[in-house]
């Protein structure tokens, strides 16, 4: 009996700051509170906030509803995981019904198509902070109404990592900030390089081919048994899109610029030096059998099931695949580099990543705005990167992960990380690319001009890419 009696003032003592918010909160929504004003009872008057995400950590984004809740308790923040595939028909059904969540979670390549379902940032929001004081059964509670200055364009270009501000800053306003920012690295298992006597990753791409030769196996009817690379292919390949573009803006090609498609500038005149040509010769290369660094075709797997299963030398990949591929390949022998640059002096990377934003339709705006502003704050966003694994957005944080060898070349290509969509339908964009590739790799018609071709081919999924933006 005394046992329990113990147990029950332990639990008391934990649940006395939350019970007394009930009680008061209750009180609130009936007859008030004595001690509160009209306006300081309606500050505080109970809320709910949803919220959707796909693939941001829940674990962690619950830890922060928790936080958030101890400094504003009359706000409740209920988290939802969502799957890739069904958010957008979710989502579009939800704001129809008028059942839509609060606050969502909007890849940077979904933004611009998001925008006008979402709120853009004010300059401040109107909140109220809630102290309670005194015994448990003589509660005093303290309502202070709270201006809260959002972070300010200047604020964002100052404190984030470039890309950022060129990526949620529209027609003036800021449609969502970032907890995360990723970017591509190069994954290789060091037993096949072992295997293969290469006895440091490569630095450079003139190294990489090497080791793609080196590291691929054909057997004798063809059949690639182990991959040196999964490149050259847009149906199989994860990131295929984002890969091709890093080949474009590292060969000096402007993808998009002031609202159009600029890779196939020039190619009415165009030379087999054209730099979107060399780019997809690049890659492509990889998928054709008479080529040196043959080591993919369509007929694989994913790549990333292929380089899981152990049976291909490199992946490219973001640092968000890490923890996966760890959880799923414990025994694989692991190891991270930064992505080779064609000029070691103009170094570039792509970026992929998301912003938390807020649903134009959402009731309590001022709160959700708020919360973003709560969850992106310097302590809050080192707390997130480093649960996920995942490089930080902000630039006063990047040296020190650049120490963390686990994450280093991921953070290394992150100041000069580039968006290379900025269009409404990122899936049909891809889709472009993915077929421009497809269409590359076909045999040449007899007779036919495999420049004019080609060129063809370029200017067909800019002008199906360019009908996107």
Known sequence: ???????????????????????????????????????????????????????????????????????????????????????????????????????????IHWLREYAPRLDPMPSSVNVADVVVSGSQFSQTVSVTPQTVVMPSIRGIESNFVGTVSEDVILRGSIFGLPL???????????????????????????????????????????DIVQSGVALGTGNNIENASDIFALLLLQNGVRIMQEGAVTFASGMEKVTVSHPTLEALRFYTDFARPTKEVYSWNEKQDSALTVFIRGRSAFYFGFAFDYNRIRSLAPQLDLGVIPIPQLNESAPVNVANYWVESVVKKSQHKDEAWDFIRFMTTPENIAAYTAATHQPSPLRSQVAAQQQNSDIAPFVSGILTAKNWYLGRNVIKAKDALSQLMTNYLLPYADGQSQLKRDAQYVINAATLIQQTL
């Not at 890739?84 to 839509?100: C, K, R, S, V």
């Not at 096949?192 to 691929?216: M, R, S, Y």
Request: aromatic content about 12%; overall charge negative.
């Open 180 to 222: 995360a920012l990723d970017t591509l690295g190069l994954y290789y298992n060091k037993t096949i390089l072992d295997t293969a006597g290469i006895p440091e990753p490569p630095k450079t791409w003139d190294e990489f081919l090497e080791a793609v030769k080196e590291t691929t196996r054909i057997n004798a009817v063809g």
């Open 1 to 107: 009996m005394i046992q329990v009696l113990h147990k029950f003032i332990r639990c008391m003592r934990h649940t006395t700051f939350s019970f007394a918010i009930i009680c008061c909160l209750v009180l609130f929504s009936g007859f008030g509170c004595k001690g509160l004003s009209q306006q300081e009872q309606a500050s505080i008057s109970p809320i709910t906030l949803t919220y959707w995400t796909v693939f941001d950590d829940v674990d962690q984004l619950k830890k922060f509803a928790d936080a958030y809740k101890q400094i504003r308790p009359y706000v409740t923040i209920t988290v939802r995981q969502v799957r890739y595939d069904e958010f957008d028909t979710l989502f579009t059904n939800a704001l129809a019904d008028d059942i839509g969540p609060d606050i969502i979670s909007t890849h």
